[in-house]
């Protein structure tokens, strides 16, 4: 048998696999693209769930918070009454009143027994810890207990109380009890002579409570469903801020504003300056925690409510492991599914790429031909004009090879003074758009053909340009008779509309060369005003003829040597008209018979046979009513003498704007006046 096992020749080619820019092969890139998806959307996950977590956190705060700063701001106002109840009792007053204490007389035993009782009933306030008496100068007159240590705070607020009037909250300072040390908080009230004159306060009253054993007992750790929650009160002290709770020690209780040492501490500071929201910090060493503000009334104190970030963190760890398997399986299951689909899918899209490639061969195959075929000439060239690719139909126009025109530029093809405009035109079609010109070919035997040229360009980068050719030289020459026969018989209509002015006036010789003349300056007047070339013509023929309706008028009246009755006037009128009718049926481009019936009408509707006003007079039959009007003026009649040109013109500026149109007597004025004009 045969050896059939498989040689360099027949063995099947191993698939390479496609790659993204020559570099990385498209399964990894796929790969990575998943798992960056996959990640994107576990991270956008969490970040939603940890959005939700941190209004859960802050919803409990702020409600621990106002539910704390009611109940302090409740036992301050309790305990505010309480001093001013002991402050209205009248052996307290009547003490203060005699000065007697401090640097007065000394207390008699009456008086401190009176005291020592109002102590002991004082002592049945839950966290009772010290009364205290104060006269006017802040001295102290008395106290019930020195083992508290001693403080300047109850002295200050006796003076703020004094000099104000009104109670004041003692600051917190520290007081020993044995061995430990307890926040106190001290009240304290006016003291006057009589309680309803009104008067200046003779001493003040301060009453101190320990903290530790009546207010913290009521900031209780609150349980909920985010980490615990606890509670301190904060209190701004200059450039420190002071801090009391359930558990802290006030003695450690003060914080410098610039140097916090824990996230505790950095909240309180913050807290103190941006009440009520809710915040977070982190200190130098990256502790985190939650906080939230609320100012208790009729107090300088803030509650802050604190939980710690890092508990509330745990729950989302879980989560986090969980969307990091969660994302692992995804992307090794989407890795998978691409291994396994991308080879069938590479092979679909190989044999796409072969069927288009076929497809483009056979459109650019047809294109090829049907441009080798066509009557135009096309050239394909570069950005520098250099001829790439020429048709067939350019050889038989240019006379030279293929291979000679490979060897030339566009321009070369033109007459000498043509190849700077194919240059041009070549730079316009790289930065705009198609364009066309028509130029003059050499051939190569030195004869030249006259050929319009489409160019177009074909894109950037490298910048190639087509050109469709056409030969046009016999059409050229074709309207070249043409045109030459349109101007012939133009000579031949005018020199025909001349032989009948000249018929009509021979019967009218006084006005020998009137329509000449009328007709030579109708014509300026048109060019003047701007009109084109082929309206000027018009504006002559309707000089030469707008006195044609005279026919119709006896030659012994045209001829008349003096003055016209009235009677043959009116015939004289009825030219207009007349001319009018003769001319109705002939098809001129101009309005010349509507023209010649109103060349006698006036601006103001003084003129005839119709009265016409404005408007309703056509340009043409204003200007010729100026130029017939002007050229009568100036000439001999039997009837009248021969004005002189000024006289003519000042009669027509007279007239400006009422009998004849004004832009039009301006030009006639300029033509004769700054032109040179004359017949």
Not at 40 to 51: C, E, L, P, R, S
Not at 359 to 385: F, W
Request: with cysteine.
């Amino acid at each position: 048998m045969p050896d059939e096992s498989p040689t360099p020749s027949n063995r099947s080619p191993r698939a390479r696999p496609l790659r993204v820019l020559g570099l990385v092969p498209v399964p990894l890139v796929f790969f990575v693209v998943s798992c960056i998806l996959t990640l994107g959307a576990g991270t956008a996950a969490f970040v939603w769930f940890w959005g939700n977590e941190r209004g859960e956190v802050d919803g409990v705060l702020q409600a621990v918070a106002l539910a704390e700063a009611r109940i302090v701001e409740s036992w301050v106002v309790e305990r505010r009454s309480q001093s001013a109840q002991f402050a209205e009792r009248e052996g307290v007053r009547r003490i203060v009143a005699a000065g007697r204490g401090a640097g007065g007389a000394a207390l008699s035993d009456a008086d401190r027994a009176l005291l020592m009782g109002a102590a002991r009933l004082a002592q049945l306030v839950p966290g009772f810890a010290r009364l205290a008496l104060f006269d006017a100068a802040g001295d102290s007159v008395w106290k019930s207990s020195s083992d508290l240590g001693d403080s300047d705070d109850g002295r200050d607020g006796a003076l703020r109380t004094v000099a104000s009037g009104a109670p004041q909250l003692v600051q917190v300072h520290a007081g020993r009890t044995g061995g430990a040390v307890d926040a106190l908080v001290g009240f304290t009230h006016p003291v006057v002579a009589s309680p309803g004159d009104g008067g200046r306060p003779i001493g003040a009253i301060c009453m101190c409570f320990r903290a530790g054993a009546a207010l913290f007992p009521l900031l209780q750790a609150w349980e909920s469903s985010v980490p615990p929650v606890r509670s301190l009160i904060l209190r701004s002290l200059g450039d420190r801020v002071q801090m009391f709770g359930p558990g802290l020690d006030v003695s450690e209780g003060e914080v410098t504003l610039t140097k916090p040492k824990s996230w505790r501490d950095l909240l309180a500071v913050r807290a103190l300056e941006v009440p009520p929201r809710l915040f977070e910090g982190l200190n130098e060493r990256g502790l985190p925690g939650f906080g939230r503000a609320i100012p208790v009334a009729h107090t300088d104190w803030v509650v802050l409510a604190l939980a710690d970030r890092a508990a509330a963190h745990e729950p989302f760890r879980l989560l986090a492991i969980a969307a990091a398997l969660i994302a692992g399986l995804l992307v090794g299951a989407t890795g998978w599914i691409l291994r396994s689909t991308w080879w069938e899918g590479r092979r679909r899209v190989v044999a796409e790429r072969k069927d288009a490639r076929a497809e483009i061969s056979r459109v650019l195959s047809r294109a090829a031909l049907a441009i080798e075929a066509a009557q135009d000439a096309y050239v394909l060239g570069d950005a520098e004009g250099r001829i790439l690719e020429v048709s067939r139909a350019t050889i038989e126009l240019t006379g030279y090879s293929r291979d000679e025109l490979r060897q030339m530029t566009f321009a070369q093809l033109a007459e000498p003074d043509a190849p700077a405009e194919h240059r041009d035109r070549l730079e316009s079609v790289r930065v705009t758009r198609p364009t066309r010109l028509s130029s003059r070919w050499r051939r190569k035997d030195a004869t030249v053909t006259d050929v319009e040229v489409s160019l177009t360009s074909l894109g950037e980068p490298d910048f190639l340009f087509a050109a469709f050719v056409r030969d046009v030289t016999e059409l050229r020459r074709a309207h070249a008779l043409v045109a030459e026969q349109v101007a012939q018989l133009e000579r031949q209509m005018l020199g025909s509309v001349a032989a009948v002015g000249a018929i009509i006036e021979l019967r009218d010789p006084y006005t020998a060369g009137h329509q000449r003349r009328v007709a030579t300056l109708a014509r300026a007047i048109a060019r003047e005003l701007g009109y084109a070339d082929d309206r000027c013509t018009g504006m002559e023929i309707l000089g030469f003829v707008h006195d044609i309706g005279k026919v119709a008028v006896p030659a012994e009246i045209l001829s008349k040597p003096c003055m016209l009755t009235e009677i043959e006037f009116d015939f004289i009128k009825t030219h207009a008209a007349a001319g009018r009718e003769i001319l109705a049926s002939v098809a001129f481009p101009w309005p010349v018979a509507e023209a010649i019936h109103q060349h006698h009408e006036r601006l103001d509707g003084s003129g005839y046979p119709r009265g016409l006003a404005g408007d309703a007079i056509l340009p043409e039959a204003r200007i010729i009513a100026v130029a017939d009007t002007v050229e009568a003026m100036v000439s001999h009649r039997p009837y009248r003498p021969q004005r002189s040109l000024d006289e003519a013109l000042a009669e027509l500026q007279r007239g400006a704007g009422r009998l004849y149109d004004s832009k039009v007597v301006a030009v006639t004025v300029r033509l004769f006046r700054e032109r040179g004009f004359s017949w």
